[in-house]
């Protein structure tokens, strides 16, 4: 196969892009699924296992509850039917990190299908274009364990001195969502494509059945890409890159697919059916192994378990619980709040819109809430390697914060100090401002005094005050405010010296 890439203008000359995205959604049930192990992250190597999940002679799963509610909940978001009956299925293929050598799943009988979401697309005039992605299924199964190759220079199998395996995540629940192919996107397949895990992952979120973090694997994305001639209308052969784990690299996986594709097809040669994988650090794909059609996966019906037979009524009451649409939400709080698209977007995009939501309803302004979210506190999560909500500042924290500083107590210099006691645990805002000593200065005859210091210390500044340059009066603050320790109001520094100089 050639390794030549095509100019991305070009293949759109000559082929339409098809696309299919397989969501894998790691949910946050406190048990395995099917099993009572523990799902918490990050545990030592091989310390939540039992014999279900390891598939010992004579253990019997049983379903979880709470990941079949979970499923029924994100299909109902997705606007999917719901089976009335479904039942799971032994998918058998050689698992390296699965114990049972077959992964329990829903084959032709999932629980949830038929749906559709209409993901967003920025425009320059700002109104958005909307695309609809058909969702053909979403289905529940267990998650594979964890294999780390040591050795050789890829981190992969190939070269490996040996390999390790972890079966903390073999048992894990997953739901697994699964697009129709997506077509007549052209030029926008790598944006409808990001658009489409990043508002499927706001879902996630709002639901709250997964913590959505791409970077720990909780959502995976497995984008499927293949090209015809075009105006032929027919699907060509289609490759699987595997595990995308961010939404710059689905974009980006998509515009390298389009482009090697098109160089095997000009070439004369042919796709092979395969699944790759995607290396971040070059931005490339390379072939992991020859991809399988369902057949050979010789599905047959999970004989240990039960079917799963859902009540009308109790998906009604789940529907009941569903959240308001993240990007009707989103359209929303911008509209009442007066953000700009750019505004909103730098929002989302920070993982602060639940934060700053929060904080308006704890008496910020939309404007003070968004300043500190992603100002301040984003500077400090990113400076300690923390996600913005593990900070160990609420939301309720920064609006009482601002509150301090709209009723004169601190200024936005001294505000900062309060962050630092509240990232060290020293107690509320107002308790931090008192053990710190913070309070702005309101001794009428201290700032006076400071005040007459800054003007006989630069006689030239207030020559050019008294003169009506007005301006230079920034000068003449900045040196009370030193001497003040930052303990001064700034807006009454300024008409004290005013008042002074005429």
């Known amino acids: 196969m050639t390794d030549t890439l095509v100019p991305f203008d070009d293949v759109l000359a000559s082929y339409d892009p098809a696309l299919g995205l397989e969501v894998h959604v790691e949910l946050n049930t406190v048990t395995k699924m099917f099993c009572g192990c523990p799902t918490e992250f990050g545990a030592a190597p091989n310390t939540q296992v039992c014999p279900t999940c390891l598939g010992l002679p004579g253990a019997m799963p049983v379903v979880n509850g709470k990941a079949v509610e979970s499923a029924i909940r994100i299909g109902l978001a997705l606007n999917c039917e719901i089976a009335e009956w479904c039942r799971f299925a032994r998918k ?12 329990t799943s829903q084959y032709d009988e999932p629980i949830a299908f038929d749906g559709y979401m209409d993901v967003t697309l920025p425009t320059e005039d700002g109104d958005g274009e909307t695309f609809r992605v058909e969702i053909e299924r979403a289905h529940m199964e267990e998650d594979t364990g964890k294999s780390t190759h040591i050795g050789g220079a890829t981190g992969r199998i190939h070269g490996a001195d040996y390999s390790l395996v972890d079966y903390n995540r073999a048992g894990i629940p997953l739901i697994e969502i699964v697009t129709k192919p997506i077509v007549g996107a052209g030029a926008k397949a790598p944006d409808v494509a990001r658009a489409y895990v990043g508002q499927l992952r706001e879902l996630i979120l709002a639901l709250g059945v997964s913590d959505a973090r791409m970077e720990q694997g909780s959502i995976r994305a497995d984008v499927n890409l293949s090209l015809s001639p075009a105006g032929s209308g027919v699907l060509g052969t289609r490759t699987e890159t595997k595990n995308v784990n961010s939404l710059r690299s689905v974009e980006r996986a998509v515009r390298y697919e389009m482009s090697r594709h098109a160089a095997v097809l000009d070439a004369g040669e042919s796709i092979l059916q395969e699944t790759r994988h995607w290396h971040e650090d070059t931005g490339v794909t390379t072939s992991g192994r020859e991809k399988s059609d369902a057949e050979d996966y010789r599905y047959f019906p999970e004989p240990d378990l039960v079917p799963v037979a859902p009540s009308r009524e109790w998906v009604e009451e789940l529907r009941a619980t569903l959240p308001e649409n993240p990007t009707a939400k989103r359209a929303r709080l911008q509209s009442e709040w007066g953000f700009t698209d750019l505004e909103m977007r730098d929002t989302v995009g920070a993982g602060a819109l639940g934060l700053v939501e929060e904080t308006v309803a704890a008496g910020a302004s939309p404007q003070t809430a968004r300043k500190w979210w992603l100002g301040e506190l984003a500077r400090r999560a990113n400076d300690t390697d923390t996600a913005i909500d593990g900070l160990g500042v609420t939301p309720a924290d ?6 301090l500083v709209d009723a004169g107590t601190i200024n936005d210099k001294l505000a900062r100090k309060v962050f630092e006691g509240l990232y060290a645990g020293e107690g509320s805002p107002a308790e931090i401002v008192e053990k710190r000593g913070l309070a702005v200065v309101s001794d009428e005859g201290a700032l006076s005094t400071a005040v007459d210091n800054a003007i006989a210390a630069n006689p030239e500044v207030a020559d050019k005050i008294r003169d009506g340059k007005v301006a230079a009066a920034g000068a ?6 030193k001497e003040m320790r930052g303990q001064a109001d700034a807006g009454r520094v300024r008409e004290l010296i005013l008042e002074k100089l005429g």
């Open 92 to 103: 058998n293929y050689f698992y390296p990190d699965m114990p049972k050598n077959f992964q």
């Open 398 to 403: 920064v609006a009482a914060v601002q509150a």
């Open 476 to 481: 003449l603050i900045g040196a009370v405010m």
